[in-house]
Each structure stands twice: as C-alpha cells, then as structure tokens.
C-alpha cells in the first residue's frame, strides 16, 4: 500500500532563506507527484506537477525534484518571503486512480 | 474563470439529518473527486469518478453516496450523519483522470454533526 510521507511537519525560518520541503513515498510505481499549497481555511493549489518520466518541474521561484528510485521529491523554495508561509503537501498519483497525499509541512517565514 | 465550486462553504447539522453537499465544475474535467481533512490524518479519498455515470471507492466510503449524471456535478451525500463525519471536505476534479493534469479543488466545506 502506498504510503507518502513528509518531514519534518512544521519548519520556521527567516525571511530570504532557501529551503528545502521533502516527499518521500513507499511505492515506486507511481505517474505523477504533485506539490500542493494550502492557506489556512482554504482549498489546495497545486503548484507544480511532475510526471513519472521527469526529473523536475521550476515555476518562478520554486523547483520540485522526483527521484522515483529512491522514492523521494524534494520542494525547493528560493528567497524565502512571508507570503510563502502556508501549509505544503504533496501528492502521488498511483495504481487504480488512487491520489496519496503526505500529512503536509507547515510552513512559516518569519520577517 | 475556471473554478470548482462547492456550497455551502460552512454546514452545521444535527445526526441523522440528511445532506448533500453540491460540488460543480466549468473545465469540462472528466475526473472528480471527494476528500475530507482531518487533523493528524491529512486528506483522505472518500469517492472519486472518472466520467458520467462512473464512480468508484476511494479509502473511506462508509457513510458517503455520490452521484455523476452530469459530467460538471458531483454532489456528497450524507444518508444519515453522524458526529465522525464532522470534518473539511473538498471536492476537486482534473482532466485525463488526473495521470497527467493537475488537480484543482475547491474551497472547501466545513461541516460540524452535532
């Protein structure tokens, strides 16, 4: 059974800082992992979807890794800003149109 | 502007009392699906469809009906409720059944069972 897990589950640092979100999941098999924001209150945004076929997706200032073999996706985010403090998820897409969601790293930028 | 929508944004009710929650979408997607959040337990598939007239299980159905007689609609129905299923609900849909298009949701229900 799929299982995706995300560590650590909050993270605070100062504004400007680059940081590191990771992904991990059990099962290899997978067609693609999405990265996800989520404000408090509200519904999820998908920020960059990566296929099973490729190795990294960029949009602006963040950069989402996937390293099938190893089960691992990382979630890079430049020059941190407050307005980057939200919750992030990621999400696999496997067998049987089934969607595994990790539990999410809260994220906080401090000014 | 291409949006998921769902309603009411916030639902209070008593157990027992039937409802549905209404979830509609103007992308033309042929997946949908139904998740709730709880707290420690992340988001969990409750029932997804992959097009009018095609629905299936996700991990926690129990408790939940859903119906796609309109490709745009995709309403949750709640026979009877019970407090276990106070929770954020979201509805959310993609094309091609989400293998190679993001996934886009809604904003949200919150919904108490009192």
């Known amino acids: 059974k799929q299982e995706v897990t995300q560590i650590p589950a909050a993270l605070s640092v100062p504004e400007g800082e680059n940081l590191v979100l990771n992904c991990s999941f059990t099962?290899?098999?997978?067609?693609?992992l999405q990265w996800f924001r989520q404000d408090p209150g509200k519904g999820l945004t998908s920020l960059l979807l990566?296929?099973?076929?490729?190795r990294e997706q960029t949009s602006g200032r963040l950069n989402a890794s996937l390293d099938k073999s190893s089960g691992r996706s990382t979630l890079y985010i430049a020059a941190s800003q407050p307005g980057d403090s939200a919750t992030y998820l990621c999400?696999?897409?496997?067998?049987?149109?089934?969607?595994?969601f990790g539990s999410g790293t809260r994220l906080s930028i401090r000014p | 502007e291409a949006q998921v929508t769902q309603n009411p944004r916030y639902l209070i009710t008593v157990t027992g009392k039937k409802l549905t929650v209404t979830c509609s979408q103007n992308?033309?997607?042929?997946?949908m699906s139904w998740y709730r959040q709880d707290p420690g337990l992340g988001l969990r598939q409750i029932y997804y469809?992959?097009?009018?007239?095609?629905?299936d299980k996700g991990d926690v159905p129990e408790g939940y009906k859903v119906s796609r007689k309109e490709k745009r609609n995709f309403p949750l129905i709640l026979e009877s409720p019970s407090p276990n299923q106070t929770s954020l609900y979201f509805c959310?849909?993609?094309?091609?059944?989400?293998?190679?298009?993001?996934?886009?949701f809604g904003s949200g229900t919150q919904l108490s069972v009192l």
């Open positions: 099962d290899s098999a997978i067609y693609n």
């Open positions: 992308m033309n997607h042929e997946y």
């Open positions: 469809s992959m097009n009018v007239e095609v629905t």
């Open positions: 959310a849909s993609s094309s091609e059944g989400g293998r190679y298009e993001k996934l886009f």
């Open positions: 999400a696999v897409y496997s067998s049987a149109s089934k969607i595994i």
């Open positions: 990566i296929q099973s076929s490729q």
